[in-house]
């Protein structure tokens, strides 16, 4: 039985007296976040014309609907308070932490279950049934967490904040994101395009073994996936593959890193066996199809024409813990085993995990698709994302 890491004095809700130090964390991350916006890219710069202004044949009705009936059911001051300009800035304040700071929207936790379950069902009709079970899976592990601390009140399933963007009842661009402990999901409408970038899906611990959700787990597939695509590898492939021989801190392109530089590293899949090639495309998938069905095969449409530059890369033990990343000019993912921060580990184990998907170049929040759709009906520049 592994140890719980004493929490101290870590408060998860807003504290009454903002210390200097708490001030200095906010601090940095509003900087990063008031950054203009850039988009990950590597150190070649960005690549332009990736992302065209289309329609996909998507029906985008049932979402739109979702989320007009989510805003009908608000009243005047929780509209004040979870909506805002499809550019406003806190799009980027995003947190994996199970933190206070800089959250915004409303707390699914206030809501009453009628309008709790309207906010839902925009999420709903975003995704697939397995993207949302994900979803769902995770913070029903957050309430695991809260019950093996002792702390129900500042970890549990309904403390996640929901934001809606722009004016879906007017047909013009607009998204949503939650955002909360171990679940930070932002996705972007225009017309019937769907970006759902940045997400960052985590979870301690990975299964629960007592209360309320007992025998809930998660990332399973994309853990056995993973590690079955680097063991098939070939002794001259793996050392293409391998860019560390130790485990980064954290993951590269996490939270208010939003314009963060990460070249291309490992191994190719062009140089890959047939199998092999088609592992990595599986391994993708789990992440692309977190998309309702018609969003994902758009999505893999745009990740397989760019197959060719997709770089797989690698760190640690197949048999232990270990690091990967799926790298090309329109996708980037990430996988990594954490060390234990609800648990009493000071090295990565395989209880924590923390994965996030990124679409570079601009992609991220649809930023690139919005500069297309401002230029072209509102003779308006880019998305800024800053104040």
Same mark, same amino acid.
């Given at each position: ?95 994996? #932490?199970?933190?206070? @700071?800089? &959250? ?5 936790? $206030? !809501?009453?279950? =009628?309008?709790?379950? +309207? ?95 007992? #025998?809930?787990?998660? @990332?399973? &597939? ?5 590690? $079955? !695509?680097?063991? =098939?590898?070939?002794? +001259? ?151």
């Amino acid at each position: 039985m592994v140890a719980l890491r004493k929490r101290g004095n870590a408060p998860t809700r807003r504290p009454e007296v903002w210390t200097p130090d708490l001030l200095e964390k906010v601090a940095w991350r509003v900087k990063a976040a008031d950054e203009p916006f850039r988009g990950v890219h590597t150190s070649t710069g960005l690549k332009q014309g990736l992302f065209p202004l289309r329609s996909t044949g998507a029906d985008v009705r049932p979402v739109y609907r979702a989320a007009e009936d989510y805003l009908a059911g608000l009243t005047p001051q929780q509209l004040a308070e979870g909506r805002f300009a499809v550019d406003d800035v806190s799009w980027r304040h995003w947190n994996n #932490g199970a933190r206070y @700071f800089l &959250r915004h929207g409303i707390c699914l936790e $206030e !809501l009453d279950e =009628d309008r709790r379950a +309207r906010a839902m069902a925009v999420i709903r009709a975003s995704l697939s049934t397995q993207g949302y079970d994900q979803i769902v899976d995770l913070m029903h592990l957050n309430l695991t967490v809260g019950e093996l601390s002792g702390d129900t009140d500042g970890l549990n399933e309904w403390l996640y904040w929901f934001s809606l963007y722009g004016e879906p009842e007017n047909g013009g661009p607009w998204g949503w994101q939650l955002d909360g402990h171990h679940v930070n999901v932002n996705c972007v409408f225009v017309g019937d395009q769907m970006v759902l970038t940045p997400s960052f899906l985590g979870a301690e611990p990975v299964a629960a073994g007592a209360g309320t959700y007992a #025998g809930t787990v998660a @990332f399973r &597939r994309e853990e056995a996936l993973g590690q $079955e !695509l680097f063991t =098939d590898l070939d002794p +001259r492939r793996r050392e293409q593959a391998v860019i560390a021989d130790t485990m980064p801190p954290e993951l590269f392109v996490g939270a208010f890193r939003d314009n963060g530089e990460l070249d291309h590293q490992g191994l190719p899949l062009s140089r890959m066996s047939p199998a092999q090639r088609e592992n990595a495309l599986n391994l993708l998938g789990l992440y692309v199809n977190r998309a309702g069905d018609h969003h994902a095969r758009v999505r893999m449409d745009e990740v397989l024409a760019h197959e060719g530059d997709t770089h797989f890369a690698w760190i640690g033990d197949p048999d232990g813990t270990f690091y990967y990343r799926l790298h090309s000019p329109v996708i980037l993912v990430e996988f990594e085993h954490m060390p234990g921060v609800i648990f009493d580990n000071d090295h990565p184990s395989r209880r924590h995990i923390h994965t996030v998907v990124r679409t570079p170049n601009a992609g991220d929040y649809g930023v690139d698709l919005l500069r297309q759709h401002h230029e072209r009906h509102h003779r308006g520049g880019p998305m800024k994302l800053t104040p």
